[in-house]
Nanobody, 131 residues
């Protein structure tokens, strides 16, 4: 059974930094994809960043250059380093994994960042950025 457990959410000032962690358990694919999503109150869940087993990363335009997704395979942990935080980054952040593993090389950014592309979800960790 796949389990995803997020941690690291907090309240920070605008311009600050934060690192989220996600423990990934029971997800054993040689070719895989894991990702971070977020959902603000009253808004749809949106993709933030993804990383494939070959290290390929994809970022939403709103976070590119500020956020970095990474993984520590021996520790089965996914990270999201967030710098230059803005009030609009306030949301519940979720990590997710694909049941069907890694994306095709030809998969579009929108497909990689779409919630429907993922099957396993964590419970979320709250990030609040104040101005």
């Amino acid at each position: 059974q796949v389990q995803l457990v997020e941690s690291g959410g907090a309240s920070v000032q605008a311009g600050g930094s934060l690192t989220l962690s996600c423990g990934v358990y029971g997800y054993s694919y040689s070719r895989y994809c894991v990702a971070w999503f977020r959902q603000a109150p009253g808004k749809e869940r949106e993709g933030v960043a993804t990383i494939d087993s070959d290290g390929t990363t994809t970022y939403a335009g709103s976070v590119k250059g500020r956020f970095t997704i990474s993984q520590d395979n021996p520790k089965n942990t996914l990270y999201l380093q967030m710098n230059g935080l803005k009030p609009e980054d306030t949301a519940m952040y979720y990590c997710a994994a694909r049941q069907s593993g890694r994306f095709s090389t030809y998969s579009s950014t929108s497909y990689r960042l779409a919630p429907y592309s993922y099957n396993y979800w964590g419970q979320g960790t709250q990030v609040t950025v104040s101005s």
